[in-house]
């Protein structure tokens, strides 16, 4: 519920194995029920939840808590902001390719240049 924006998406995560529900590989017609345990593998998290009820018609974002329970460890987390700091460390911003307004500020200086 809500982990991805369509349910195409989630279709197609579920299609490349990125769905288990007690831990097994399930298809998008796999039904759930009360005390499933669900794991999302979504942006290099794994997340855990545990369904605790169902509803009997679609619910707005704020009612979604009341019918699962998150379980993530909070190390799943701290793993991710681990990853972004070491993708800084290997490209530093400034390196690569100049952006547009790079290659602006160097035609300016180079016409500049070409007046004296």
Avoid: W
């Amino acid at each position: 519920m809500r982990y991805y924006k369509t349910r195409s998406i989630a279709t197609d995560a579920c299609k490349k194995g990125h769905i288990k529900v007690n831990d097994q590989v399930v298809k998008p017609s796999r039904e759930v029920y009360p005390s499933d345990k669900i794991q999302i593998r979504k942006d290099q998290i794994n997340y855990q939840l545990t369904v605790n009820d169902l509803p009997e018609s679609r619910v707005g974002a704020k009612l979604v808590d009341i019918y699962r329970t998150d379980t993530t460890p909070k190390e799943a987390f701290e793993a991710k902001a681990l990853l972004k700091y070491s993708k800084d460390y290997y490209r530093k911003k400034g390196t690569g390719r100049p952006t547009k307004k790079d290659r602006r500020d160097i035609d300016d200086f180079n016409e500049g240049s070409d007046e004296v």
